[in-house]
């Protein structure tokens, strides 16, 4: 009831309101994952379905979510970024958040049949904890990237793709082969998978390597990019509504690529503008 004498305790309510201007990152990271993937036996150290199952939703967050203009996700993690303009929930930090989180998570059970048809779900069932970050520049953006690829990617995947050939071709228990790699650098762990197990860490899938990247791609859409706006420039409602139908509207493309080096983000100069519109990209 409006006005009654309760309506006092929205007086406690906080709000967070994010800076303006900034890239909106949500980190989704799976909770108790070691233990779901050991009861619906995922193949170790990578599972191309599970990975699959990730890209699927983090694909359907994006469609649902206009304002995420990309992700970028390997393992039990996905970071999305929101444009930079973006006014959703007029960037109140809780919203944003949960609204990610809670996406991400009733997604993956929606689809976990049509990647796991034979294995039905049963409590505890998968769920996503998240955190969020604001990048200020570009530059601050492109190194949160780097780090996610190199450290999920490159230290980890190649920890863990070692660390199974020795426990299931080895036949070194866990503990051991814990032991034997503690302290290894990249290089000894490529000796070990290729003198030992003849595996040459560099033909591994790119998926288990580079992790994955899922954007909006303008490249055969009418719109496109428009040049990032100055600082304090104002964008007109009506431009903005078109940008969110053009989001809404566009084709999700998932890649497995080096999103270190300045290829990937030159040829696609739309992910770090600000918004889309009808000025050619000339190709």
């Not at 709000?15 to 994952?33: A, E, K, M």
């Not at 904890?129 to 990617?153: A, F």
């Not at 420039?233 to 999700?252: L, P, V």
Request: proline share 4%; hydrophobic share 35%; charged share 25%.
């Amino acid at each position: 009831m409006a006005n009654s004498k309760y309506e006092y305790v929205k007086a406690f309510e906080q709000h967070s309101t994010l800076l303006p201007n900034t890239y909106i990152v949500v980190r989704i990271d799976g909770r108790g994952f070691h233990k779901l993937s050991a009861k619906y036996e995922f193949r170790k150290p990578n599972d191309r379905r599970a990975l699959d199952l990730m890209n699927a939703t983090a694909t359907a967050v994006l469609r649902e979510i206009p304002d995420v203009g990309f992700a970028y996700g390997i393992s039990d993690e996905f970071s999305f970024v929101f444009e930079r303009s973006s006014t959703l929930f007029e960037r109140r930090e809780s919203k944003i958040l949960t609204t990610v989180v809670s996406t991400f998570t009733s997604c993956y059970v929606h689809l976990w049949p049509t990647l796991f048809p034979e294995k039905l779900l049963t409590p505890p069932l998968p769920s996503f904890d998240g955190r969020l970050v604001l990048y200020p520049s570009t530059q601050n953006l492109r190194d949160y990237m780097s780090w996610r690829q190199v450290d999920s990617g490159h230290v980890n995947n190649l920890y863990n793709t070692t660390f199974w050939n020795m426990v299931d071709k080895g036949g070194m228990n866990t503990t051991y082969a814990e032991q034997e790699l503690k302290g290894t650098l990249a290089s000894d762990k490529n000796e070990i998978l290729f003198k030992q197990f003849h595996v040459n860490y560099n033909n591994e899938p790119e998926i288990f390597r580079k992790g994955s990247i899922v954007y909006r791609d303008y490249q055969n859409e009418a719109a496109v990019t428009r040049e990032a706006t100055r600082s304090g420039d104002e964008i007109s409602k009506t431009q903005r509504e078109k940008d969110r139908k053009r989001r809404a509207t566009a084709t999700i493309t998932v890649e497995h690529c080096d999103i270190i080096k300045d290829d990937f983000w030159d040829e696609r100069p739309w992910l770090l503008k600000a918004g889309i519109s009808k000025v050619s990209l000339g190709v």
